[in-house]
């Protein structure tokens, strides 16, 4: 079974730029989660999906980031216009349909974005 | 509000020897508890989880963790610690008043270094 994937692996961008990011969870999981860790903090969850509605977006820094999940299969996170406070590892991560909250959740290796 | 501690940035600890990697938690309900851990250029891969029952709770690569209520606390644990156990572990909590309990509140990470 093919677990979470995220594209790319790496983005280097200029201030003012645009960047997405692309999140494909384990085929079947209706949950979809973006989290971010900023320059080595804490990991910090941005929103959640259940299949292609937000569930929960309250931690989504400002108007700047846009997430979507059309058809409820991958997700994609857009950054629009980029700051240098964005740079940071972008985690993706899923679980199974009913997304209770004792399911584990399965991550991506991340997408790392570096905001020049 | 909920959070979770990780008193320690790194620990080192030699092969064959015990290791703890600590955490200590805040919620205002019952928590659920999680351990993750990220090898280089990995995601965060799943370790183990309490949610109910046993405090000891036994998961992946011989590691366990133990639930102490009363010191709100979910140290990490392995009786001899491999060289290739050395990575950063996230300890992670949810707490079910939140989004139902959807979300990670994670702590900043350990650097778990394991010398041969």
């Known amino acids: 079974e093919a677990g979470v994937t995220q594209f790319p692996s790496h983005s280097v961008i200029e201030k003012g730029q645009t960047v997405t990011l692309r999140c494909d969870p384990i085929s079947g999981h209706d949950n979809l989660y973006w989290y971010r860790r900023v320059m080595g903090k804490e990991i910090k969850f941005l929103l959640h999906f259940v299949k292609e509605s937000k569930q929960d977006e309250s931690g989504m820094p400002n108007n700047r980031f846009l997430a979507e999940r059309t058809g409820g299969t991958y997700s994609t996170l857009k950054v629009q216009p980029a700051e240098l406070e964005d740079s940071g590892v972008y985690f993706c991560?899923?679980?199974?349909?009913?997304?209770?909250?004792?399911?584990?959740?399965?991550f991506g290796p991340g997408t790392r974005l570096t905001v020049l | 509000a909920q959070s979770v501690a990780q008193p320690e940035d790194q620990v080192n600890v030699a092969e064959g020897n015990p290791l703890t990697v600590k955490c200590t938690y805040s919620v205002s309900g019952n928590p659920y508890l999680f351990w993750y851990v990220q090898y280089p250029n990995r995601g965060l891969q799943f370790l183990l989880k309490y949610i109910t029952g046993d405090n000891l709770v036994k998961g992946s690569y011989g590691f366990e963790a133990e639930f102490n209520k009363s010191q709100t606390s979910f140290h990490l644990k392995k009786p001899s610690a491999l060289v290739s156990d050395s990575a950063l572990y996230f300890c992670a909590v949810r707490d079910l008043r939140i989004n139902y309990g959807q979300n990670f509140v994670f702590g900043p990470g350990t650097r778990l270094s394991v010398l041969p």
């Open positions: 991560a899923s679980s199974q349909t009913g997304g209770a909250s004792t399911d584990t959740q399965y």
